[in-house]
């Protein structure tokens, strides 16, 4: 039997957890809770139940590690303390501001039941956390640049689709490439917050709307856009559907850095994704530290953890002899 | 007082531990440790004793960590386990095939005296293993590359100076761009040790030597020059020491992967190194992981590690509160 993976909430994440719990030979999926009517979700795998949250508390021991799939603004800051309470619990939280309160709830929660809570798992928060941690330490004389996209901005999008005229929108985040390059020569540039991003929108108008004020309301929009080199581009419905569909993003994280007596020596390191499907990563990232949890939990460990925590060899199903033969 | 260092060997790799703990506020450097006669021995930090390795006993409740700086082919064999005896020891053992029964040897003695030892610090292994096994785990089914370089090879700049009639060489490992270019576009190429790396040889002939045939030599020595592109290039040793006296090196990590139910979403995780100096660069990882040796010592932990084992947090001297608001 493998480990026992439960998903809460079957949304891209949800869909996403379900696809890399198959990739993964040492799981099975256990099952699905939802919100909805349990009756009314039709899930992508067979045989697998779909239970309604009300009824989590019956699965206490018969799921090893609960995945939580909720959104980061009002689902989590919940739910993650709340099922702490039951399960070994995983989550994506991803407002960066709120971790330290987050953190702490679910600390709570989770020494008191004597679980194990990983939070703020995905690439960033995530990965590039461990970019950015490993290579401080590393090179402590040295700046930090990270770069996002191509990809869509959730935000952004929603932030569009909030003007008046505004049908629907996508908005793509664009590293600006000179920009990269230059972080990567080693000169330790100071780049503006327009110099590093661009930003693209797809807009799709209402009937009658007012294309020039429209653009240039987005384009003026205070923290959105206005710091930003912003290009709107108005299109069908149709053409959004088509070819904005997509849910591939990515990103960098660069740490540029000197050694030496007197600091004459430079150095590059350099993290990059380039992703598909944003969720479908996040979930396969989510999956690497359900084992970890499931290993710390088998440990007795029990309270609150983040990617910065947990040794590399507890995400991987291979034994540490086995690593230190073939991937060390 | 920070953290209390000893360097063991006073090499390349030794002088690179020396400015690495001048750059870490937290560190300090204890006392050198030398097979020559320290009087004659000539270091960079005023004021810290140079001692005959004879002595390092009298050490043993003097020095926090002991980083050992000697070569990987007969110095760490023996002194890792050794000095395990007496102190937490951190190397940089970078034969791949032996680190299983390195791993043995010092997890023994480190076990029997109650001390940490981590071995096989640095990028690859370090760095590197560590990219390997977190990309693994993310992605199980993919396709992993790695790609040395631009970069001198000290195995086959030695290999060419056996050559008859050579007098001193440099050889370079390069990337092949177009299949670093293959990889990234997530085709999953089969690549052939010819297409990913070509060889540069820079060469500086004994009075008389036949070129030719020392380039013919070169290009035909079985494993290290003859399944490659080979270039050879003869220059003065003026030229040689002029041009071509620098550590510099680096190298990429990627791992291809796919996922969906079809497979059908392709996922690119990259992680590259452009580096001034290779040995500054190697000890201040080094360096990093002495701050970890010297937490899991404090813990009442024994026995060998590798950097799979280690927490990413344990690397930094900041607290995992400040790393949570601040890095993650």
Redesign the interface.
Known sequence: MGIRIGILGYGNLGR?VE??V???EDMELAAVFTRREPSRLKI?SAGVPVVNVKDAEAWKDKIDVMVLCGGSATDLPVQTPQYAKLFHVIDSFDT?AR??EH?AAVDKAAKESGHIGII?VGWD?G?F??A???S??????GKDYTFWGKGVSQGHSDAIRRIKGVKNAKQYTVPVESALEAV?S?SNPELSTRQKHTRECFVVLEEGADAAQVEQEIKTMPNYFADYDTTVHFITEEELLKNHGGLAHGGFVIRSGK???EKE?????????????NP??TT??LI?YA?AAYRLAKEGQTGCR????????Y???RS??D???H??
């Open positions: 996403g696809c890399a198959a990739a993964n992508a960066h971790i330290p953190y703020s928060p990965l956390s461990l950015r941690v490993y401080n330490a590393i090179l402590p004389e990567r080693g050694t030496g007596h020596h430079s150095h590059i390191i350099e993290f990059n994704l380039k992703l598909d499907s479908e990563f396969s990232v690497a084992r983040t990617v910065l925590d947990i040794p590399p060899a995400l991987s199903p540490g002899e690593l230190r033969k991937l060390l």
